[in-house]
T-cell receptor
Framework: GAVVSQHPSWVICKSGTSVKIECRSLDFQATTMFWYRQFPKQSLMLMAT?????????EQGVEKDKFLINHASLTLSTLTVTSAHPEDSSFYIC?????????FGPGTRLTVL | QKEVEQNSGPLSVPEGAIASLNCTYSDRGSQSFFWYRQYSGKSPELIMS????GDKEDGRFTAQLNKASQYVSLLIRDSQPSDSATYLC????????FGTGTSLTVIP
């Protein structure tokens, strides 16, 4: 399967700041990547589908101006949480669609103070 | 009806027993089905995929698919404490739909 990395693995920031999370596909050229958010003891929630070279497709209820996604290459997608607030504290996970299967990165735990 | 449904559990089994996890899906046209394992605080890990009716075995794991009943299950034989995790069923329809997961605890 595809190997996916995320950076940073955890981040703590102050309210109002922006945080960028990187998702890299290490051994597969990924046309499509996904961004999920998971709150404690809850299921995965798909935030957006990231397509290389085009605009991301956001799920209903996800603010595209707040969660900026850039998929500039076949190996890198970034999620920027702009003007983060405590309610944005969550576990953010990216995944890569490879050969019809989805492989997840290790996740980034964001804590907004 | 949700696209993918699982019993949330929790499911507890003694060590060495068979754990049975179940999933139903809504789209009769679905062709591929996946089971993920997610340890607490970690991201999901793909453990099984199944595409055809019947059983698929991989070590202690067996995935079972019944398209007529729109039902896919995961059996874990000889359950170990290290199998304690949340198991997610996923079915791609127009996107990947995940069930809410079943929490499994294997009691030593």
């Amino acid at each position: 399967g595809a190997v996916v990395s995320q950076h940073p693995s955890w981040v703590i920031c102050k309210s109002g700041t922006s945080v960028k999370i990187e998702c890299r596909s290490l051994d597969f050229q990924a046309t499509t990547m996904f961004w999920y958010r998971q709150f404690p003891k809850q299921s995965l929630m798909l935030m957006a589908t990231s397509n290389e070279g085009s605009k991301a497709t956001y799920e209903q209820g996800v603010e595209k101006d707040k969660f900026l996604i850039n998929h500039a290459s076949l190996t890198l997608s970034t999620l920027t949480v702009t003007s983060a607030h405590p309610e944005d504290s969550s576990f953010y996970i990216c995944s890569v669609l490879a050969m019809g299967e989805q492989f997840f990165g290790p996740g980034t735990r964001l804590t907004v103070l | 009806q949700k696209e993918v449904e699982q019993n949330s559990g929790p499911l507890s089994v003694p060590e060495g027993a068979i754990a049975s996890l179940n999933c139903t899906y809504s789209d009769r046209g679905s062709q591929s089905f996946f089971w993920y394992r997610q340890y607490s605080g970690k991201s999901p890990e793909l453990i099984m995929s199944i595409y055809s009716n019947g059983d698929k075995e991989d070590g202690r794991f067996t995935a079972q698919l019944n398209k007529a009943s729109q039902y896919v299950s995961l059996l874990i034989r000889d359950s170990q404490p290290s199998d304690s995790a949340t198991y997610l069923c996923a079915v791609p329809i127009n996107q990947f739909y995940f069930g809410t997961g079943t929490s499994l605890t294997v009691i030593p």
